[in-house]
């Protein structure tokens, strides 16, 4: 199974002391009001990804977020996702349904 | 090309997360660290991110690149004076000052350019200005010291949706009626550089305003990693020095490998001892610049693959199909002989420990005389002198040549 999180904000169990320094450490960030992770640095996000995986034991990837429509979406949805040398990061690009509706396309072009 | 070249930061495409940490850090007025590296492969939009975001803030841009010296005298007499006082303009509200951008740090290397890297981490730490570098592998060893005083910005290859969504808007804005397969072709053959699929584009686009699919065929493939043996075949069967450089120029083969390789194969191409020894001579000026070329001086690298390239096109009309001698004949012999060389070694080192002689003192001078002395009596008293076992013996009186 491979949980989809989102970059923005996400939920892990109570991790021990050591874990939870190494993932602030790794560049994530913890408002404790909302019990939320969020990404803040990116720079180790392959260590980061690791890490939350061995916590949740399973699978876990970031969901993008579309450029043009703000949209969620796993890369798994794309059909270049073999092709891709950057996959499931960084977590920005364009949805698949966005990158073939050329009507969608000239509503965004109008708005830059 | 020069029209598309992002002028304001949300022009460039892809990096978000990169882009809004680079401009966090710029704008911050207590900065955690004076110095920014940005890193990714070219193409995906460091030096126009840089180039953006001095002219959105008000900053002029002191920039030392890779066509510069770098040399630690270089750096102070542009670098410091830049870095040590506020210019004037400060004060007005229209400009932020200056902002030092040392482009591709990683290509600071050689005697040119000694020094510098000592040089740009005192001006960092030393800097009223803020410091950006920019470079595409920072795994260099001599960037070491370097990557502690700045901030890490990493930038990933550009991914095929924003590429395509890219050349879509430009061939909007350029009445370009394209094909999504045709632009989709022209990223995937960019690999991640958006500069060279804009180029790509540009070249394809001006001959005709419809761009279909077919049109883009023609396209050569960008950095595509030719092998030891396809190099070979298609150096060998060029048909002119152009095409051969050109050839020598996108392979990633191993220039010593190479060299040797073909040094192998000549003769099997060609059969006239005329033409194999102008061959050989275009061969020995190509190793002559590979020599010098060693580790550092890589702008001689034209001049090798020339020369090369020279040898394959001595007579293109008469090529013939053959079979290629690959790997080299002298790597194949080095791996065959091994056991051998490792075993001869291993009595030689005995040999200088109970002699007070270096390994190769005893290879050359020692064993030559030891080997006669088994030949003609084993004598057991310098076997066991020398401590050699019964396979150290045998190896010895059966050794033909060392």
Redesign the interface.
């Given at each position: 199974m491979v949980i989809v999180l989102n970059p923005k904000g996400f939920k892990l169990p109570r991790v021990e002391k050591e874990k939870f320094t190494l993932l602030i450490r790794l560049g994530l960030d913890y408002n404790r009001e909302q019990c939320l992770y969020s990404i803040k640095n990116f720079n180790n996000i392959e260590k980061v990804i690791d890490t939350i995986a061995s916590i949740l034991n399973t699978e876990v990837v970031f969901s993008q977020t579309c450029i043009r429509c703000g949209k969620n979406f796993p890369c798994s949805e794309c059909k270049y996702n073999d092709l891709c040398a950057t996959k499931d990061q960084p977590f920005s690009c364009v949805c698949p349904q966005c990158l073939r509706d050329r009507k969608l396309f000239e509503e965004y072009l109008e708005k830059l | 090309m020069e029209k598309y070249r992002p002028k304001k930061i949300?022009d460039i495409v892809?990096?978000?997360?990169?882009k809004a940490?680079f401009i966090e850090w710029l704008k911050s007025k207590r900065k955690t660290k004076k110095a920014v590296l940005l890193y990714g492969s070219p193409g995906v939009g460091k030096t126009a991110l840089v180039n953006a975001a001095a002219k959105e803030f008000g900053f002029t841009i002191i920039e030392m690149n890779a066509s510069d010296t770098r040399s630690e005298k270089a750096v102070n007499e542009i670098a410091k004076p830049a870095t040590s006082y506020l210019a004037l303009d400060t004060f007005t509200a229209e400009s932020k000052g200056n902002l030092l951008f040392l482009d591709e740090v990683d290509g600071i290397a050689g005697n040119e350019d000694r020094g510098g890297v000592s040089a740009i981490i005192d001006i960092v730490e030393k800097s009223r200005v803020p410091v950006i570098m920019a470079a595409n592998d920072p795994e260099v060893d001599k960037l070491r010291p370097l990557k502690k005083v700045c901030l890490?910005?990493?930038f990933?290859?550009i991914?095929?949706?924003?590429i395509?969504?890219l050349l879509?808007?430009i061939c909007?804005l350029e009445h370009v009626k394209a094909d999504?397969e045709a632009l989709e072709h022209i990223a995937?053959n960019s690999?991640?550089d958006v500069r060279s699929a804009i180029n790509d584009l540009q070249s394809l686009g001006e001959e005709n305003h419809v761009l279909t699919l077919q049109d883009t065929m023609a396209l050569a493939p960008r950095n595509k990693d030719i092998r030891m043996d396809e190099t070979l075949r298609g150096f060998f069967s060029a048909k002119s020095v152009d095409e051969a450089s050109s050839l020598l120029f996108r392979s990633s083969v191993d220039y010593d490998e190479f060299i040797m390789s073909v040094s192998d194969n000549l003769p099997r191409r060609y059969t006239n001892p005329d033409e194999l020894a102008v061959a050989y001579d275009y061969v020995s000026q190509a190793d002559l610049f590979r020599g010098r070329i060693g580790t550092e001086y890589w702008h001689l690298l034209k001049y090798f693959f020339n020369d090369l390239s020279k040898a394959a096109a001595v007579a293109p009309e008469s090529y013939k199909p053959f079979e290629f001698i690959s790997p080299p004949i002298r790597i194949i012999s080095l791996f065959w002989t091994k056991g051998k060389r490792t075993m001869l070694n291993g009595i030689c080192g005995k040999i200088g420990a109970q002699c007070h002689v270096s390994i190769s003192k005893a290879k050359h001078e020692f064993v030559p005389f030891i080997k006669i002395m088994l030949q003609k009596q084993k004598s057991s008293a310098l076997i066991s002198w020398l401590e050699l076992t019964p396979e150290e013996v045998d190896f010895l009186v059966k050794m033909n040549r060392y």
């Amino acid at each position: 199974m491979v949980i989809v999180l989102n970059p923005k904000g996400f939920k892990l169990p109570r991790v021990e002391k050591e874990k939870f320094t190494l993932l602030i450490r790794l560049g994530l960030d913890y408002n404790r009001e909302q019990c939320l992770y969020s990404i803040k640095n990116f720079n180790n996000i392959e260590k980061v990804i690791d890490t939350i995986a061995s916590i949740l034991n399973t699978e876990v990837v970031f969901s993008q977020t579309c450029i043009r429509c703000g949209k969620n979406f796993p890369c798994s949805e794309c059909k270049y996702n073999d092709l891709c040398a950057t996959k499931d990061q960084p977590f920005s690009c364009v949805c698949p349904q966005c990158l073939r509706d050329r009507k969608l396309f000239e509503e965004y072009l109008e708005k830059l | 090309m020069e029209k598309y070249r992002p002028k304001k930061i949300e022009d460039i495409v892809g990096n978000e997360e990169a882009k809004a940490t680079f401009i966090e850090w710029l704008k911050s007025k207590r900065k955690t660290k004076k110095a920014v590296l940005l890193y990714g492969s070219p193409g995906v939009g460091k030096t126009a991110l840089v180039n953006a975001a001095a002219k959105e803030f008000g900053f002029t841009i002191i920039e030392m690149n890779a066509s510069d010296t770098r040399s630690e005298k270089a750096v102070n007499e542009i670098a410091k004076p830049a870095t040590s006082y506020l210019a004037l303009d400060t004060f007005t509200a229209e400009s932020k000052g200056n902002l030092l951008f040392l482009d591709e740090v990683d290509g600071i290397a050689g005697n040119e350019d000694r020094g510098g890297v000592s040089a740009i981490i005192d001006i960092v730490e030393k800097s009223r200005v803020p410091v950006i570098m920019a470079a595409n592998d920072p795994e260099v060893d001599k960037l070491r010291p370097l990557k502690k005083v700045c901030l890490l910005i990493r930038f990933h290859q550009i991914r095929l949706p924003l590429i395509i969504t890219l050349l879509q808007k430009i061939c909007l804005l350029e009445h370009v009626k394209a094909d999504f397969e045709a632009l989709e072709h022209i990223a995937q053959n960019s690999k991640g550089d958006v500069r060279s699929a804009i180029n790509d584009l540009q070249s394809l686009g001006e001959e005709n305003h419809v761009l279909t699919l077919q049109d883009t065929m023609a396209l050569a493939p960008r950095n595509k990693d030719i092998r030891m043996d396809e190099t070979l075949r298609g150096f060998f069967s060029a048909k002119s020095v152009d095409e051969a450089s050109s050839l020598l120029f996108r392979s990633s083969v191993d220039y010593d490998e190479f060299i040797m390789s073909v040094s192998d194969n000549l003769p099997r191409r060609y059969t006239n001892p005329d033409e194999l020894a102008v061959a050989y001579d275009y061969v020995s000026q190509a190793d002559l610049f590979r020599g010098r070329i060693g580790t550092e001086y890589w702008h001689l690298l034209k001049y090798f693959f020339n020369d090369l390239s020279k040898a394959a096109a001595v007579a293109p009309e008469s090529y013939k199909p053959f079979e290629f001698i690959s790997p080299p004949i002298r790597i194949i012999s080095l791996f065959w002989t091994k056991g051998k060389r490792t075993m001869l070694n291993g009595i030689c080192g005995k040999i200088g420990a109970q002699c007070h002689v270096s390994i190769s003192k005893a290879k050359h001078e020692f064993v030559p005389f030891i080997k006669i002395m088994l030949q003609k009596q084993k004598s057991s008293a310098l076997i066991s002198w020398l401590e050699l076992t019964p396979e150290e013996v045998d190896f010895l009186v059966k050794m033909n040549r060392y």
